[in-house]
C-alpha cells in the first residue's frame, strides 16, 4: 500500500467529484452464507472511476484487511452497486483534528468486474458525479 511521501499517480482513469452524497460500506464477513451482512463501517466517497474510488475517515476507524468486497450506496435515491471486489492503493493522514486524531485518505483500485457489474457502475458515475470534460475522464 502506497502511503503519502511515495504516492505517485498511477491512474488509468481520471476521477470525479461526487456531487451529493455517496457513501462506501464495508461489510463484515458472513459466517453462513444467510441474511443481508451487515456494515462494519461507512465512509464519505470523494472521488471515483471506473477503476476505483477515494475516501475520507478517522485513523480511530482502521479498516480490517479482511475486507475484500464494498458497496457504493447514495441516501437520496437508494441506488447501491454491491460486493465490489477491490485492492488498497493508498492510506495517507491528510489533517489533525482537534481531539489528536488524524483524518486520513484512503485510496482504492477495483478488482475484476462482472459485466453487469461495470454497467451499474457506469450508471452511478454518470448519475452521481461530477465529470469534468476537460480531464480526460473515461469511462
Known amino acids: 500500500m502506497t502511503t503519502m511521501k511515495d504516492f505517485v499517480e498511477q491512474r488509468r482513469h481520471s476521477r470525479a467529484k461526487i456531487k451529493g452524497e455517496a457513501f462506501v ?41 479482511d475486507f475484500h468486497q464494498l458497496s457504493i450506496s447514495t441516501t437520496t435515491d437508494k441506488i447501491k452497486v454491491g460486493e465490489v471486489p477491490f485492492k488498497d492503493v493508498s492510506d495517507f493522514p491528510i489533517s489533525r483534528q482537534s481531539n489528536s ?39
Open 25 to 65: 460500506e464495508f461489510n463484515k464477513p458472513r459466517l453462513f452464507n444467510l441474511g443481508k451482512p451487515r456494515i462494519a463501517y461507512s465512509a464519505a466517497i470523494i472521488d471515483i472511476s471506473v477503476g476505483g474510488l477515494a475516501f475520507e475517515y478517522t485513523d480511530r476507524h482502521m479498516l480490517s484487511p
Open 101 to 139: 486524531k488524524f483524518m486520513r485518505r484512503r485510496g482504492v483500485k477495483f478488482g475484476e468486474l462482472t459485466p453487469n457489474k461495470k454497467f451499474q457502475l457506469d450508471a452511478f458515475i454518470k448519475n452521481h458525479a461530477i465529470v469534468d470534460t476537460r480531464s480526460g475522464f473515461e469511462r
